[in-house]
């Protein structure tokens, strides 16, 4: 079935530091992926999103690249700040029956130091 | 507009009670979905129902259930509490079937005791 995998946490970096999350997927077809992000004590909210091939998402500074030979959306931001620390969890939405669900990563926590 | 609303905040039961969980869409949002959340596990798929019908359901066992009425509210229903239900609930709610943005809410923390 579909999955998603992306790299353990909890990643700690010092703030205006270079980020990258990897995510990989495996998936029937052509899924659409996505990057969502949980602030302490709140629920997941959409991040950005990618629909098809060599689509690039992007939000807030982040960005992330749909690449199918690779299988891979990896989140990327150039330089981090102390508000970004949250979990950070990559997804995908399969589109081969109309029923499909959105299945999630089991999330990377994100720590910035000051 | 208002968000997703999840009731109770937190919740603790002891071993072989039942909870209920409820979940208000945002308004105008059809679809609502169940996530269960540990830190062990990440995210994990419980139901979706759109227009008051289940229309998928993940890996759990039966004492796992839930509904959803004419007005998309949706409630969930353990029984007979297990240790391991311990866990963040989340609800998510979004335009339609198959829609792809989900809006979550906060969440429901069980603690089973």
């Known amino acids: 079935g579909d999955s998603v995998t992306q790299m353990e946490g909890p990643v700690t970096l010092s703030e205006e530091a270079f980020l990258t999350i990897n995510c990989t997927y495996t998936a029937t077809g052509y899924p659409s992926l996505f990057w969502y992000v949980q602030y302490p004590g709140e629920g997941l909210q959409l991040l950005l999103k990618a629909t098809k091939a060599d689509d690039k998402g992007s939000n807030k500074g982040f960005e992330a690249t749909y690449r199918k030979e690779t299988t891979s959306f990896h989140l990327e931001k150039g330089s981090v700040q102390v508000s970004d620390s949250a979990v950070y969890f990559c997804?995908?939405?399969?589109?081969?029956?109309?029923?499909?669900?959105?299945?999630f990563g089991k999330g990377t926590r994100l720590h910035i130091l000051p | 507009k208002a968000g997703v609303t999840q009731t109770p905040r937190y919740l603790i039961k002891t071993r072989g009670q039942q909870v209920t969980l409820s979940c208000s869409p945002i308004s105008g949002h059809r679809s609502v979905s169940w996530y269960q959340q540990t830190p062990g596990q990440g995210l994990q798929f419980l139901f979706e129902y759109f227009s008051e019908t289940q229309r998928n359901k993940g890996n759990f066992p039966g004492r796992f259930s839930g509904r959803q009425f004419s007005n998309s509210r949706s409630e969930m229903n353990v029984s007979t509490l297990e240790l391991g239900d311990s866990a963040l609930y989340l609800c998510a709610s979004s335009v339609g079937l198959r829609n792809e943005k989900l809006f979550f809410g906060s969440g429901t923390q069980l603690s089973v005791l």
């Open positions: 997804a995908l939405s399969g589109r081969m029956n109309r029923d499909d669900k959105i299945i």
